[in-house]
């Protein structure tokens, strides 16, 4: 009998550690995907205190040649932290069998990886092995926002840079033919709320998009409809016209609005007069609780930029790598 208690009191004890382990587990699993508490904004005052303002003159040299690149490194950014988390990864090159992300199909068409390479350049001769790639992404991003008229904010820093980067990956990133619910599971996932998604579905005041990520809009829609009914026709004319049904030209596509290189509230403004570019900008008023900030975004620019800060906050916290790497193109 004793033995009996024994034995059970032993696969108890077993039973509980168990328990614990899986839980441990569990939020380990969770932190890889939700924000982290770990980052701090003086993270580098003492190791690298010029890193910043070395990035920024990277990110301002080359918005002075080119004025895409801001919508460029904020895509770049989104792209980055809804794939492992901001690990910059998306900044490493395919290599042998592998082919990463940045070659993935919706990150085919991101460019100005160069701007990145060349500020983790300046911040190597200041400070070797101390700022990594994740890092400068987030400054970069934030410093393009500030750049084109949007607001400025304090980065948290100290992620670190991941090893793995695969193209297959990318298709969990949310595609401008997402309804409500597929985004709200998108972003959900992220740790990140309804209010995050609209917000920062307002970086798309910023760039160009290619017929492709639109066409379903403007060809074919329904059974019952060639063109989106939520559509302006006028709008959606002038979309057929840029990109007709059997569109051959590789480059074509539409601005996201009429002011492409400047960060405001244009885009809440052009959803409610049907004359946003993608499926997933209109479904943001599908619901009473999405329209409603939609509405409240499109009539205050000061709500969208306060809103906006902290949801870039919140989503450049996600954390998932494991070092600082040399050159952010490749492994060490």
Not at 41 to 65: G, H, Q, R
Request: glycine share 6%; charged share 20%; proline share 5%.
């Amino acid at each position: 009998q004793k033995q009996k208690k024994k034995g059970k009191r032993k696969a108890k004890r077993i039973l509980h550690k168990m328990v614990a382990i899986a839980a441990i587990l569990g939020l380990l699993l969770i932190s890889s995907l939700t924000p982290s508490n770990a980052l701090s904004n003086n993270y580098y005052d003492k190791t690298c205190p010029n890193a910043e303002s070395a990035i920024t003159d990277a990110v301002k040299k080359a918005i002075a040649n080119d004025k895409t690149v801001p919508a460029a490194l904020l895509r770049m950014h989104f792209h980055d932290c809804f794939i492992r988390g901001c690990d910059g990864s998306l900044l490493l090159n395919s290599v042998n069998n592998n082919k990463a992300e940045k070659d993935g199909p919706p990150n085919i068409s991101l460019h100005a990886f160069y701007v990145i390479d060349q500020a983790k350049k300046a911040v190597e001769v200041m400070c070797p092995g101390v700022v990594s790639c994740a890092d400068i992404l987030a400054i970069a991003a934030r410093d393009a926002v500030a750049l084109s008229g949007g607001p400025t904010w304090d980065v948290p820093k100290g992620r670190l840079d991941g090893r793995v980067s695969k193209a297959s990956e990318t298709i969990q990133l949310p595609a401008p033919v997402f309804n409500l619910s597929q985004l709200q599971q998108s972003f959900l996932q992220r740790g990140l709320s309804m209010k995050d998604l609209v917000a920062l579905s307002g970086g798309h005041t910023l760039g160009f998009s290619h017929c492709s990520s639109f066409q379903n809009r403007i060809h074919n829609f329904s059974q019952t409809a060639d063109v989106d009914p939520t559509l302006s026709r006028s709008f959606a004319k002038s979309l057929r016209n840029v990109c007709p049904a059997h569109n051959k030209v590789k480059n074509a596509g539409s601005t996201m609005n009429p002011s492409p290189t400047a960060f405001d509230n244009t885009y809440f403004k052009l959803i409610l007069q049907g004359r946003s570019l993608f499926s997933s900008d209109q479904t943001l008023i599908t619901s009473p609780s999405t329209q409603k900030l939609v509405t409240k975004f499109a009539s205050s620019k000061r709500d969208f930029y306060r809103a906006f800060v902290k949801s870039m906050i919140k989503m450049s916290s996600i954390t998932g790598g494991q070092e600082v790497r040399k050159y952010c193109s490749v492994v060490n």
